[in-house]
Structure formats: C-alpha cells, structure tokens
C-alpha cells in the first residue's frame, strides 16, 4: 500500500503560481511513475503531468505545457507541481497519484490516489 498525501491548493489570482506537494508512504518511492491529475465540475479527470521512477522521464499535457514542471525528490518521498501563468480554466481539484511501474501516464495505469486539494484560479 503507499499513502499519498497532497497539499498547496489555494485560490489565486489568474497569473499567479503555486507549487503542489505529494508526500507518500507505505514502500520504495523510487519504484513508483507518479502523476498529478485533475478534475473540474462535470468533466472528466484528466493527466496533467507524469514524472518516472528515476524522475528523467516527464510528460505533460498540451494545455499546461511550458506552465507547469512535475519534479520529485526520491529521499524526501516526494512530488511537487509547480504551477505557473495560472488561468482561470486551471481551476479543479488536483490529485496526486502512483503507479506500480517505472512509467505511467494513462489514468488506469495509476493505483494509488490521493484525496485532492482544490486549485481556484480568479480571473
């Protein structure tokens, strides 16, 4: 079992930034692809960004590409999301997830699941 734990969700103006975290516990971090996704009203949740095991893998989605950086530091058991040029479509609950293989992007691939924490972004 590993228990993810997310934090840094806040309102902000459109423009502004926020860096997210995701503590884990419960086994080998490092043995874990991890991915932030979100989910807005009535959509569907969706990637936003993927990070490897070893971190030198990355992926995003198109709409935050250049905006948004996945890092982790495997010895703190810990993955952020930095969130630049924030824009009011932004707006969702962000969760944090792992999945049991090097790589991961795809929603079902992911085993684990944080609670979320909102994200509002104000125009």
């Known amino acids: 079992q590993v228990q993810l734990v997310e934090s840094g969700g806040e309102l902000v103006p459109a423009g502004g930034s926020l860096r997210l975290s995701c503590a884990a516990s419960?086994?080998?971090?490092?043995?874990?692809?991890m991915g932030w996704f979100r989910q807005a009203p009535g959509r569907e949740r969706e990637v936003v960004a993927a990070?490897?095991?070893?971190?030198?893998?990355?992926y995003y989605t198109d709409s935050v590409k250049g905006r948004f950086t996945i890092s982790r530091v495997n010895a703190k058991n810990t993955v952020y999301l930095q969130m630049n040029s924030l824009k009011p479509d932004d707006t969702a609950v962000y969760y944090c997830?792992?999945?049991?293989?090097?790589?991961?992007?795809?929603?079902?691939?992911?085993?684990?699941w944080g609670q979320g924490t909102q994200v509002t972004v104000s125009s």
């Open positions: 990070i490897s095991g070893s971190g030198r893998l990355t």
């Open positions: 997830a792992a999945a049991a293989a090097y790589w991961a992007i795809l929603k079902h691939e992911y085993d684990y």
């Open positions: 419960g086994r080998t971090f490092s043995d874990y692809a």
